[in-house]
């Protein structure tokens, strides 16, 4: 009961915090943070433990999932080299120096451990982003670079921490062995993601098959298949986080949700904006509910001749150092491709400091460093303590704290001026896809109503009633009040026909941005868009259909 209860009281105060946000003006991470630690303080800090590994299975697919199926793919393919360069080079680098400094720094951190810190302060959050900054305030550039970066060093970073994780709990590290491993778990975790929306595919299909199938199974198939995809890359030893991101991918560009109703459409697409609110916040409370118990035991390694100020200075010094490294390799990324663009005679379209400063900053660490770093075990394989778990645990709640603060005061000092006035290329793309759906659809409609042959027993003229404006409708509906019965019949059947009209314009408009999509005119952004509306549409019309 009490777990229930937590349960419960956690999720209020996401809520709370999703409109507080609004009043306040605060970051929502920064909000949700205080607000578990002003839960937690009253009671001298409750200390929530959970398992790890149903720590992760619980965040991490939902969380990766979501991300992933939101994240603009034709930006993501066209940035793929700035993007793949922070998310694996970047991690690596990352790796390397702040495990570095932070054993010099806090020798008492073995440097195996502090590689394990330094793998799961990789990921970067940037929907903690998008909430610090407008993104109208950020070049369009910079943050999908930044979307998909935090989008696959996800995945590299945590796959980097649990080889760090298994160094320490077995001892041993071998360089073949761990890249044999690490080649196995990316390519059967990337399959894993493959199968298992190759499996929700035919699931939905047998449920269309069988019909009558209320929409809420339907929601259930999509509801699990990140689920499904961790778990079965988990069992054969390879990477969950992956196939989860996989899943998340295919499924923004597989054309999967064709497979659903009209219903279960909506009802998929809200209740994944409501699941990544509420693990969000929910992460970030729990933070802060911890957070009080762990400034009241500030580990002995960091107290030193001044236990208040050296455990701050500590974790504003690693802040700056990942900010610092953060930094010095997005510049020689932007210098290597400047140089290479001038050598194939191409225009080069490097940084400028301003956008090298705000893309350094921006790399906050989030939901998906808690989440992992949570799961450390407690004990070693004979019973023995993990060795400094606390402090690393400490340091990375101080670092994701640092990291937010430092984002919420600068960020938008630096973005300012940044974006040039004028209309947004994303609401230019809408509006012309609007216009191309609309035109594909008046196109279907016309053909329609221009064909010679009709159904037995059509009403004469009807066909072209039913094709008219908005006041044909008008003067349908005055029709259908008319006591003759000729002009009742006439009024329904022309009603038939313009909902068959539109469902089929509605069918031209979506294979109308779908194309659009695929020939990268527009993006998925845009094209979500657009469905919801069709989709919500459709639902309206069908709804008009089964009333008749």
Same mark, same amino acid.
């Given at each position: 009961?009490?777990?229930?209860?937590?349960?419960?009281?956690?999720?209020?105060?996401?809520?709370?915090?999703?409109?507080?946000?609004?009043?306040?003006?605060?970051?929502?991470?920064?909000?949700?943070?205080?607000?578990?630690?002003?839960?937690?303080?009253?009671? =001298?800090?409750?200390?929530? &433990?959970?398992?790890?590994?149903?720590?992760?299975?619980?965040? $991490?697919?939902?969380?990766?999932?979501?991300?992933?199926?939101?994240?603009?793919?034709?930006?993501?393919?066209?940035?793929?080299?700035?993007?793949?360069?922070?998310?694996?080079?970047? +991690?690596?680098?990352?790796? +390397?120096?702040?495990?570095?400094?932070?054993?010099?720094? +806090?020798?008492?951190?073995?440097? *195996?451990?502090?590689?394990?810190?330094?793998? *799961?302060?990789?990921?970067?959050?940037?929907?903690?982003?998008?909430? $610090?900054?407008?993104?109208?305030?950020?070049?369009?550039?910079?943050?999908?670079?930044?979307?998909?970066?935090?989008?696959?060093?996800?995945?590299?970073?945590?796959?980097?921490?649990?080889?760090?994780?298994?160094?320490?709990?077995?001892?041993?590290?071998?360089?073949?062995? @761990?890249?044999?491993?690490?080649?196995?778990?990316?390519?059967?975790?990337?399959?894993?993601?493959? +199968?298992?929306?190759?499996?929700?595919?035919?699931?939905? /299909?047998?449920?269309?098959?069988?019909?009558?199938?209320?929409?809420?199974? /339907?929601?259930? *198939?999509?509801?699990?298949?990140?689920?499904?995809?961790?778990?079965?890359?988990?069992?054969?030893?390879?990477?969950?986080?992956?196939?989860?991101?996989?899943?998340?991918?295919?499924?923004?560009?597989?054309?999967?949700?064709?497979?659903?109703?009209?219903?279960?459409?909506?009802?998929? %697409?809200?209740?994944?904006?409501?699941?990544?609110?509420?693990?969000?916040?929910?992460?970030?409370?729990?933070?802060?509910? /911890?957070?009080?118990?762990?400034?009241?035991?500030?580990?002995?390694?960091?107290?030193?001749?001044?236990?208040?100020?050296?455990?701050?200075?500590?974790?504003?010094?690693?802040?700056?150092?990942?900010?610092?490294?953060?930094?010095?390799?997005?510049?020689?990324?932007?210098? #290597?491709?400047?140089?290479?663009?001038?050598?194939?005679?191409?225009? @080069?379209?490097?940084?400028?400091?301003?956008?090298?400063? @705000?893309?350094?900053? #921006?790399?906050?660490?989030?939901?998906?460093?808690?989440?992992?770093?949570?799961?450390?075990?407690?004990?070693?394989?004979?019973?023995?303590?993990?060795?400094?778990?606390?402090?690393?645990?400490?340091?990375?709640?101080?670092?994701?704290?640092?990291?937010?603060?430092?984002?919420?005061?600068?960020?938008?000092?630096?973005?300012?001026?940044?974006?040039?006035?004028?209309?947004?290329?994303?609401?230019? &793309?809408?509006?012309?896809?609007?216009?191309?759906?609309?035109?594909? #659809? $008046?196109?279907?409609?016309?053909?329609?109503?221009?064909?010679?042959?009709?159904?037995?027993?059509?009403?004469?003229?009807?066909?072209?009633?039913?094709?008219?404006?908005?006041?044909?409708?008008?003067?349908?509906?005055?029709?259908?009040?008319?006591?003759?019965?000729?002009?009742?019949?006439?009024?329904?059947?022309?009603?038939?026909?313009?909902?068959? %009209?539109?469902?089929?314009?509605?069918?031209?408009?979506?294979?109308?941005?779908?194309?659009?999509?695929? =020939?990268?005119?527009?993006?998925?952004?845009?094209?979500?868009?657009?469905?919801?509306?069709?989709?919500?549409?459709?639902?309206?019309?069908?709804?008009? /259909? #089964?009333?008749?």
């Amino acid at each position: 009961m009490q777990v229930a209860i937590f349960i419960l009281v956690v999720l209020v105060f996401v809520a709370v915090s999703g409109a507080l946000a609004r009043l306040v003006r605060v970051p929502l991470p920064v909000l949700q943070i205080a607000i578990g630690a002003a839960l937690a303080w009253p009671m =001298r800090g409750i200390h929530v &433990e959970i398992d790890p590994e149903l720590f992760l299975l619980v965040f $991490i697919p939902p969380l990766l999932f979501s991300d992933a199926f939101g994240a603009p793919k034709r930006e993501l393919v066209a940035l793929r080299g700035p993007i793949l360069d922070l998310a694996i080079g970047l +991690v690596f680098f990352t790796i +390397v120096g702040f495990g570095y400094a932070l054993h010099w720094l +806090v020798p008492s951190v073995p440097l *195996v451990v502090a590689f394990a810190l330094a793998a *799961v302060l990789s990921p970067t959050d940037a929907v903690a982003v998008s909430s $610090i900054v407008d993104k109208n305030v950020v070049p369009a550039r910079l943050m999908h670079i930044l979307e998909g970066e935090s989008l696959l060093n996800d995945a590299s970073g945590l796959v980097m921490f649990r080889f760090a994780v298994a160094a320490v709990l077995t001892g041993s590290f071998s360089f073949a062995a @761990a890249s044999l491993t690490f080649v196995y778990a990316v390519a059967v975790g990337i399959l894993a993601g493959v +199968v298992a929306l190759f499996v929700a595919a035919k699931a939905l /299909q047998l449920l269309n098959r069988i019909g009558g199938v209320p929409a809420e199974a /339907q929601v259930l *198939v999509m509801i699990l298949l990140p689920f499904v995809a961790y778990l079965g890359a988990e069992h054969v030893g390879a990477s969950g986080i992956l196939a989860a991101v996989t899943a998340g991918v295919l499924t923004g560009v597989s054309g999967i949700f064709r497979f659903l109703g009209v219903s279960a459409r909506i009802q998929t %697409m809200s209740l994944w904006t409501t699941l990544s609110f509420v693990f969000n916040g929910a992460l970030f409370i729990l933070l802060g509910l /911890q957070f009080p118990d762990i400034i009241g035991n500030v580990p002995p390694e960091l107290s030193g001749r001044h236990p208040v100020i050296q455990p701050i200075l500590t974790m504003l010094a690693l802040t700056l150092c990942l900010i610092a490294l953060r930094f010095l390799w997005i510049w020689i990324g932007d210098t #290597a491709a400047c140089v290479v663009a001038r050598l194939r005679k191409r225009k @080069a379209e490097p940084f400028g400091l301003r956008i090298l400063l @705000a893309g350094s900053v #921006a790399g906050v660490r989030g939901a998906i460093t808690l989440a992992g770093i949570l799961s450390l075990p407690f004990a070693m394989p004979d019973g023995s303590p993990f060795p400094a778990r606390d402090v690393v645990i400490f340091l990375a709640a101080g670092v994701i704290i640092c990291s937010l603060a430092i984002a919420s005061l600068t960020l938008p000092w630096i973005a300012r001026g940044l974006v040039e006035p004028g209309e947004d290329r994303g609401a230019a &793309e809408e509006r012309l896809a609007r216009v191309g759906a609309a035109n594909a #659809a $008046i196109a279907r409609i016309e053909a329609i109503a221009g064909a010679e042959d009709g159904d037995e027993g059509e009403v004469p003229g009807a066909r072209l009633a039913a094709a008219d404006s908005i006041v044909a409708g008008y003067r349908r509906r005055i029709a259908a009040s008319d006591e003759a019965d000729e002009a009742r019949a006439e009024a329904r059947e022309a009603g038939r026909l313009e909902l068959e %009209m539109r469902l089929a314009g509605i069918e031209a408009e979506r294979k109308a941005v779908r194309a659009m999509f695929r =020939r990268r005119e527009i993006n998925d952004h845009t094209m979500r868009a657009l469905f919801t509306e069709i989709t919500l549409t459709e639902a309206l019309l069908k709804g008009r /259909q #089964a009333r008749k």
